[in-house]
């Protein structure tokens, strides 16, 4: 898959990157970047993006209360996923990667 970034500022939620949750194994490399001061999660929705603007949002373990720049995997299945900055007015850029997918 190539990758797909959305990126947030201030407080509030990026835009929604869908992800393909028919993809065995499932496996989603999610990268972030800071910029300045933010505290984040990366939130998961198991609702289709592409038909509605999904109500039902969780973070994975790991996922929630982030401040710094990282990267990590997610196995977990789930049809989109976005960023939630939940205080600061930094930014925070997400890159997300989908094994199997070009």
């Given amino acids: 898959?190539?990758?797909?970034?959305?990126?947030?500022?201030?407080?509030?939620?990026?835009?929604?990157?869908?992800?393909?949750?028919?993809?065995?194994?499932?496996?989603?490399?999610?990268?972030?970047?800071?910029?300045?001061?933010?505290?984040?999660?990366v939130e998961i929705t198991p609702q289709d993006a592409m038909d509605a603007t999904p109500t039902v949002w969780?973070?994975?373990?790991?996922?929630?209360?982030?401040?710094?720049?990282?990267a990590q995997a997610m196995t977990v299945p789930a049809r989109a996923v976005s960023i939630n900055v939940t205080a600061g007015a930094g930014s925070v850029t997400l890159y997300v990667v989908q094994a199997g997918l070009r």
């Fill in 1 to 41: 898959m190539t990758p797909i970034s959305t990126s947030q500022t201030g407080t509030g939620r990026s835009a929604v990157v869908a992800i393909d949750n028919f993809t065995n194994p499932f496996n989603v490399g999610m990268h972030y970047v800071v910029t300045g001061a933010a505290t984040f999660n």
């Fill in 58 to 70: 969780n973070a994975p373990s790991g996922f929630s209360g982030l401040t710094a720049s990282g």
